[in-house]
């Protein structure tokens, strides 16, 4: 009953999060000050427009209109697209966390994950719609589409720079160097990410190799 | 009633055996297409071999590395058996009529020396690219010299030293299109009286600027080893019933055609095979899923083996590997025409749009395979491709698939669309996967004005082109109907809208029983 009780609430507070990011979306600067300070924002609405981001990708892959549309449709990789979406914002994160400490920022590994997510609600709103108008389009009508699909992108790069500012209350030259930095950061942690499990691999096989010679020659 | 059980089951084993006795004949080689995706799908062959011609059969004693057959459109057959220094012409059962060796001309015989191309014109004159001898000879149909053409006395040769025609074409004017060894400057077009006119068809060569720079700074050692930028030398040319002229080259590189099928590049640089006009503008259509350029996919010249899941490799011969190598055209009517691949021993097929419609043929000893195919000819609804290693011409005929494809295309060129539309139903029926006959239907759907349906099998046919089209058609019929729709829709989209703030409603009412936890979230309202 308990944890019941618990994913209930966590739902309450998901959906309850979602009526406020419509103004932050619009008044970035007021809205990502308030999230940070008057707590109006939280982690569980955060999460909630990640897995919406996730399904709209999603959905975005199997359902947008014919002419458009070179994916092939059943080569769907749900994995794939799930972290296709779920890591850069993770990467993102903790890149921003680890390298807004250096140059003193002031958000909170929260209020990172927080403002970062909050950043996705224009591209939940403009690209759901356009899976549906792209249904309808013509050839010619492709540039109305890569004009909204890119205009989404857009606006959500914005929130994400202003977020950056508001919430490490860093100047704008700052946060663009800030910025730069974390994405850089980004291929660094990806790739001694990937150094990493290649290590761990060749170790498995080497520990692998002498077991199987041991069994050989023993 | 364990009777009637042992007649079921002798029934049922005679039923299932009656399934080994299949009617079908089976081919050499499997027929083939590639889809939209690039993925080679198997398909009924559309032409089977029906006849190998070997020298015996032609009375000639063997062939000797022969290089080109010709087959007029009066049925003359014409045989350059190049390494033996000859020329056969062969009635219609292929069998030898006159063997030229040798010409007299002016008094002064001489005997051919290694020749190579030869073209019979619609006078019944044949042209020989009399190769080692650097000429070109003509003569009658009654085998008298005409003219012999040898190396034009122009300066737009300067700098060639030698005229070594290997292939030619003559047109109505009694022009000469003549590809020589060595000189890559394009198509020399001789007049009459072996005056050289001009160039045709010299492929423009765009330098890449940051080639040019490493190769300005580069020294002679390196730069020799870069590869140069010298336009591509054509290996053979064909002319059309509508006078344009196809190209074939073999020496576009595999990075090159790479390339051009993941962009699906429909623009004439790099292509192996062009239709030129007189002009020497390349007009060839390619419309089709990828560039007209033989196999699209294939293992590349630096991979020697295929991982077969597991620990199984299969190591690839040479033959296996990189690009197709086209060496021959053939045309036929409402522009289809086919190219030889001298690499895997294929016809590819194309239509006029440059929609691949099938392939046919391979590499081995069998009827139907080659190992060394050099020429293609078609002729009277027949392919004839000469196998330079073997010495012999192999005969294709087109089966009913391969007929129910060229009709569809023909009929609907004709206009006969439910001709048409019958013969792409047949070839649905045997190929399944046929994005080319779900095209054409989709295309006789929207002549007769079936919108909805045309969009459906365009789809199918991954033709976004003519899926706008269509729908752009039924977007501008329905337009007139179209306003109770666009208010169902309104209403529709109201009632959606409601719907979702009724369950957010709902949800947070369900929830809600929680509201003595809220303080635990330090939220105070």
Not at chain 2, 507 to 523: A, C, E, P, Q, S
């Amino acid at each position: 009953m308990g944890i019941f009780n618990k994913v209930g609430l966590i739902t309450r507070e998901a959906v309850f999060g979602t009526k406020y990011s419509l103004h932050v979306i619009f008044h970035p600067f007021d809205g990502f000050y308030d999230i940070k300070h008057e707590k109006k924002g939280n982690i569980y609405t955060a999460t909630l427009f990640v897995l919406v981001l996730i399904l709209i990708f999603i959905a975005k892959r199997q359902f947008t209109g014919f002419v458009i549309n070179t994916a092939r449709q059943k080569d769907l990789n749900i994995i794939s697209e799930i972290v296709s979406v779920v890591l850069p914002i993770l990467l993102w994160c903790i890149s921003n966390w680890c390298l807004t400490t250096l140059t003193e920022g002031e958000g909170s590994f929260k209020d990172i994950y927080i403002y970062t997510c909050y950043s996705l609600v224009p591209m939940i709103l403009l690209l759901a719609p356009l899976i549906v108008y792209s249904r309808f389009l013509t050839v010619e009508g492709a540039a109305f589409y890569s004009f909204f699909n890119g205009f989404a992108y857009v606006w959500t790069g914005l929130l994400i720079l202003f977020g950056t500012l508001v919430t490490h209350q860093f100047t704008l030259g700052k946060t663009i160097f800030s910025v730069i930095i974390v994405i850089v950061g980004m291929g660094v942690i990806a790739f001694i990410g990937i150094l990493f499990f290649n290590i761990i691999q060749q170790v498995i096989e080497f520990i692998g190799e002498v077991i199987l010679e041991y069994d050989l020659r023993v | 009633m364990k009777k009637t059980l042992l007649l079921l089951i002798a029934a049922l084993i005679v039923l299932n055996s009656l399934m080994f006795f299949k009617t079908s004949a089976s081919v050499s080689y499997e027929g083939y297409t590639y889809n939209y995706w690039g993925e080679k799908k198997i398909a009924p062959p559309a032409f089977v071999p029906s006849r190998l011609i070997t020298s015996d059969e032609m009375g000639t004693g063997a062939l000797s590395n022969p290089s080109d057959l010709f087959i007029s459109d009066s049925g003359v057959i014409a045989l350059s058996d190049t390494d033996n220094n000859r020329v056969l012409l062969l009635d219609s059962e292929f069998e030898v009529t006159k063997k030229i060796t040798g010409i007299e001309y002016k008094g002064v015989k001489t005997l051919l020396a290694n020749p190579e191309g030869l073209f019979i014109d619609d006078d019944g004159e044949l042209y020989i690219c009399d190769t080692g001898n650097n000429r070109i000879i003509r003569l009658s149909p009654d085998g008298n010299v005409i003219d012999i053409y040898i190396r034009p006395d122009s300066p737009l040769l300067d700098g060639y030293s030698v005229f070594s025609p290997i292939r030619v074409v003559v047109d109505k004017s009694k022009k000469l299109y003549i590809i020589s060894k060595g000189i890559n400057m394009g198509i020399l077009e001789l007049d009459e009286n072996g005056i050289l006119d001009k160039f045709i068809g010299a492929p423009l060569v765009f330098v890449n600027k940051i080639d040019y720079f490493w190769k300005s700074i580069a020294s002679k050692a390196q730069t020799e080893r870069m590869s140069s930028y010298v336009p591509t030398e054509y290996n053979n040319i064909y002319l059309d019933r509508e006078g344009f002229i196809y190209t074939t080259t073999d020496s576009v590189t595999e990075d090159q055609i790479i390339a051009k099928v993941a962009s699906r590049d429909r623009s004439t640089d790099s292509s192996p095979v062009k239709r030129l006009t007189l002009g020497g503008e390349d007009v060839l259509s390619r419309e089709g899923f990828f560039p007209p350029v033989g196999d699209v996919k294939f293992p590349i010249n630096n991979q020697d083996y295929i991982q077969n899941g597991g620990s199984e490799r299969t190591y690839l011969k040479e033959n296996e590997k990189g690009p197709s190598a086209l060496v021959d055209v053939a045309a036929t009517a409402y522009g289809i025409y086919s190219v030889l691949d001298s690499k895997r021993g294929r016809i590819f097929t194309y239509d006029y749009d440059g929609n691949l419609l099938y392939v046919f043929g391979g590499v081995g000893a069998q009827m139907g395979t080659f190992l060394g195919a050099i020429s293609l000819c078609e002729y009277d609804q027949k392919y004839y491709v000469l196998d330079k290693v073997t010495g012999s011409i192999t005969e294709f005929v087109r089966t009913d698939y391969g007929t129910a494809v060229l009709d569809a295309i023909n009929f609907y060129n004709d206009s006969e669309y439910q001709k048409s539309l019958e013969q792409w139903n047949f070839v649905v029926s045997r190929d399944a996967n046929s994005e080319i006959a779900y095209l054409g239907i989709g295309k006789i759907k929207l002549m007769q004005n079936d919108f909805v349906g045309a969009m459906k099998y365009f789809k199918l046919a991954n033709s976004r082109e003519y899926y706008s089209k269509a729908m752009k058609l039924y977007k501008n019929n329905e337009l007139g109907k179209g306003f109770g729709a666009v208010v169902f829709i309104l209403i529709a989209a109201a009632l959606v809208i409601a719907a979702i703030l009724q369950i957010r409603k709902a949800l947070l009412v369900m929830i809600n029983f929680g509201k003595t936890d809220f303080k635990k979230f330090g939220r105070n309202d």
